[in-house]
T-cell receptor, first 110, second 111 residues
Framework: QQPVQSPQAVILREGEDAVINCSSSKALYSVHWYRQKHGEAPVFLMILLKGGEQKGHDKISASFNEKKQQSSLYLTASQLSYSGTYFCGTGEYNTDKLIFGTGTRLQVFP | EAQVTQNPRYLITVTGKKLTVTCSQNMNHEYMSWYRQDPGLGLRQIYY???????DKGDVPEGYKVSRKEKRNFPLILESPSPNQTSLYFC??????????FGPGTRLLVL
């Protein structure tokens, strides 16, 4: 079953912050985050492998709450280049499958 | 340049005519995978391969076949395509299943 992402869409002004959530009904081994711009392939952002782990680069960071089976992606002081669709991918124990959510579309306006 | 290539990039075909979409990577990655992307459904995994001669079903394997005879290549085969296989297909490769590098995509239309 696909993880659930929320919200489905976000509209921001440059400089505003956003949070994208990813929840699974199953115990998770890993959470991956990707961004896809229109007409392009998804691009890796980061992976979280341990419960409680937090990662980030530039002004994009993520956290992984293993107990709650969810992850959140934080975009701080958004830039126009952040626009795109964000996908979380979840890895479960005892399987090598990677299951993606349906995506969150983010648009940043000047 | 490190990359994943797919061919063809665009394909229009008719129901029942066998087709193959090739995927090749030059990063010596062990893990390779195929996804299809449809509006509102996100990316769904079709098949994946942990190494040469090792393939496993993803979430939506019906109607597809794959093979992994060499490390660098992972072709996707549609033996008898149907209109519900019209989609955007992505191949990806990864080292240890972590960072996945996606190919540019193949847009398939089955009439």
């Amino acid at each position: 079953q696909q993880p659930v992402q929320s919200p489905q869409a976000v509209i921001l002004r440059e400089g505003e912050d956003a949070v994208i959530n990813c929840s699974s009904s199953k115990a998770l081994y890993s959470v991956h985050w990707y961004r896809q711009k229109h007409g392009e392939a998804p691009v890796f952002l980061m992976i979280l492998l341990k419960g409680g782990e937090q990662k980030g680069h530039d002004k994009i960071s993520a956290s992984f709450n293993e107990k709650k089976q969810q992850s959140s992606l934080y975009l701080t002081a958004s830039q126009l280049s952040y626009s795109g669709t964000y996908f979380c991918g979840t890895g479960e124990y005892n399987t090598d499958k990677l299951i993606f959510g349906t995506g969150t579309r983010l648009q940043v306006f000047p | 340049e490190a990359q994943v290539t797919q061919n063809p990039r665009y394909l229009i075909t008719v129901t029942g005519k066998k087709l193959t979409v090739t995927c090749s990577q030059n990063m010596n990655h062990e893990y390779m995978s195929w996804y299809r992307q449809d509006p509102g459904l996100g990316l769904r995994q079709i098949y994946y391969s942990m190494n040469v001669e090792v393939t496993d079903k993803g979430d939506v394997p019906e109607g597809y076949k794959v093979s992994r005879k060499e490390k660098r290549n992972f072709p996707l085969i549609l033996e008898s395509p149907s209109p519900n296989q019209t989609s955007l297909y992505f191949c990806a490769s990864a080292d240890n299943q972590e960072t996945q590098y996606f190919g540019p995509g193949t847009r398939l239309l089955v009439l």
